[in-house]
């Protein structure tokens, strides 16, 4: 597999989860150690804006870009045909949106700490949603909270009539957008043999 090929191998899917913990870690570590003590409490208040501004992109990207805007709707679509399949955003490639669309504005507008503190919280927010996501498909759900996850999920994947659900970590932006599922038999009956489907092939 090369580096920007939306099929991962074992080795290179996993390194996605390696190389973002690493950066999370590198930069919470970083912050306390090199930002002056008094910045201390704006740091932490951007760092739960980052997380925040995540949880946003996560619902938008998903949403507009991911099940709107070509060619991304069509490399999305395979992961919709083959969940089971190791398909996700090449880490060069997301790292580099990252670097470019959030650290570098950030760093020229607000300084090297506070865009820090923003970064680590977008990266934090991506690494949970990927571990979510990772889980949801790949994982047995033993844990209430990741069964109403997955089974959410599911209905994203096809178990409800109308488009829905796109949030993945989080249901909050469905609530606020009105993407909720519309709630019939066929939408729950569709949604169990989904995930249902996913624990069989684990």
Known sequence: MG???????????????????????????ALPLG???????????????????WSLAEYGLHRFVLHGVQPFHRWHLAHHQRPQALIGSPTLMSATLFAALVFA?????????????VTLG??????????????????????????????????????????CCYGVSSAFWDNVFGSLPRPTR????????HANAVVKQQ
């Open 3 to 29: 580096l920007f090929s939306l099929e991962h191998g074992r080795l290179a899917y996993r390194a996605d989860f390696v190389c973002y913990g690493a950066a999370v870690l590198l930069m919470a570590v």
């Open 186 to 193: 066929r939408t729950a009956a569709a949604a169990s043999r």
């Open 35 to 53: 930002a002056p003590l008094r910045q201390w409490p704006a740091l932490a208040a951007l760092v739960l804006l980052g997380l925040g501004l």
């Open 122 to 163: 977008m990266v934090a927010g991506y690494l949970g949603y990927a571990m979510v996501h990772h889980a949801m498909h790949h994982l047995p759900a033993r844990h209430s909270w990741l069964r109403q996850r997955r089974y959410w999920h599911a209905l994203h994947h096809g178990g409800a009539r109308q488009p």
């Open 105 to 117: 504005p950030a760093w020229r507008l607000i300084g090297l700490w506070p865009a820090t503190a």
